[in-house]
């Protein structure tokens, strides 16, 4: 395999696809030693096949606004790879969503899901739909719009989307209840993140953050560290970053910032359980901004517009928002401020420039597809319990995600070993993710 050929011959196939191709060209550098070490994987070509996704749906959204206003969006589907399993992963409502985002993000999952060791292949979707703003008669309407046009291509067998940026229980209720009211069948396995009275699994919606905070525990003790007084700057408060807060904070670190889109806001003393509770009611208000939390706690806290969490001084940066999101600049600066540890919890939410700074300069660094998987591994624990028409305790779902979560680490540690016995978790995680879809896609042929 020759990595700058596929790259030339992709960007003349996908031009302008920056994010996609960021993606392709980071796997492809990382796995390249490993895949010509196997001439049958060459021969069956398995990475011009890889890099291509399986198949790919758009359609228009339209909707009518609180005003009776009609208004159309684009709705993507990605099916991205599915050797391994049905198409897994989130469906992502935000302004930016376009077709090179969706992909990077399908072929992220494909291997990120092969690392949770459950039989789920890679995908993706969603729309350029913007939340912010929006009522909740709004958002329904275009959830249920939005399903209209997805849900004879989806299925528990099929393809299981989940939630993602711009998405959580509330959108997953109303998309469920329209491809209910079309399939005219109780198909709980059909999406994942559900309410917990209607087939969702406990510790869904915390799974990300936890997972990504057991994931950063098990690197830390292979370092010889300990996570308990650690403080900890992490970007966003949706979902993943609350789980992140909650988790860190019980495990005895000290979150001392977070971040929106507005600014950071810094909590010197470390975030309070009040604070983290809150956090639920700030992305539920389709505000987006931090300053809400130091508006709710002023004596606590201290709001800075236009900064980022990366500016705080910490031992662990936690970037759980968005791709692309912590920059070289932002690198340098968290250096400076003695950071020693960065975990991405958000897909490819390290620039490849950060990335470079974090590992020439002795930094602990783990890629998203590695530490995020909890998300995804929860999602299959929900599948397999709607399929067996039963539901697990909290307990049964966390020793689950915590096996799964030591699994990937340990995987990482297998294949991220260099010479000097220093691990690479960006070249573990790939290489890791990779034989296991190639492998996969060698047995069934070419198809």
Known sequence: ?????????????????????????????????????HPEFEKAKIVERMVEPDRVFTFRVAWVDDNGEVQTNIGYRVQFNGAIGPYKGGLRFHKAVNLSMLKFLGF???????????????????????PVGKSDAEIMRFCQAFMWELWQN???????????????GREIGYMYGMYKKLAREYNTGVLTGKGSTWGGSILRPEATGFGALYFTEHLLHKAGKDIKGLTVALSGFGNVAWGAATKATELGAKVVAISGPDGVCEIPDGITKEMIDYMLEMRASNRNKVEDMATKFPAAT???????????????????AFQNELNEAD????????????CEVSNMGCTPEAIHTFQSNGILFAPGKAVNAGGVATSGLEMTQNAAHLSWSAKEVDDKLHFIMESIHEACVKYG??????????????????????QAMLEQGVC
Not at 108 to 130: I, R, V, Y
Not at 419 to 430: C, L, Q, R, S, T
């Open 331 to 342: 690198a340098k600066e968290l250096i400076a401020n003695g950071t020693w540890c960065c």
């Open 302 to 320: 201290k709001f800075t517009a236009g900064k980022k969490a990366w500016s705080v001084k910490c031992d662990i940066a936690l970037p759980c």
């Open 108 to 130: 992220e999952q494909t291997f990120k899901n092969a690392l949770t060791t459950l039989p789920m292949g890679g995908g993706k979707g969603g729309s350029d739909f913007d």
């Open 1 to 37: 395999m020759n990595v700058q050929n596929i790259m030339t011959n992709l960007e003349v196939k996908h031009p302008g696809e920056k994010e996609f191709l960021q993606a392709v060209r980071e796997v492809l550098e990382s796995i390249e030693e490993v895949y010509n070490q």
């Open 154 to 168: 989806i299925g528990p067998d099929t393809d299981v989307p989940a939630g993602d940026v711009g998405v959580g």
């Open 417 to 438: 070993t260099q010479p000097d016995g220093k691990i690479d978790y960006v070249k573990g995680a790939n290489i890791a993710g990779f034989m296991k879809v190639a």
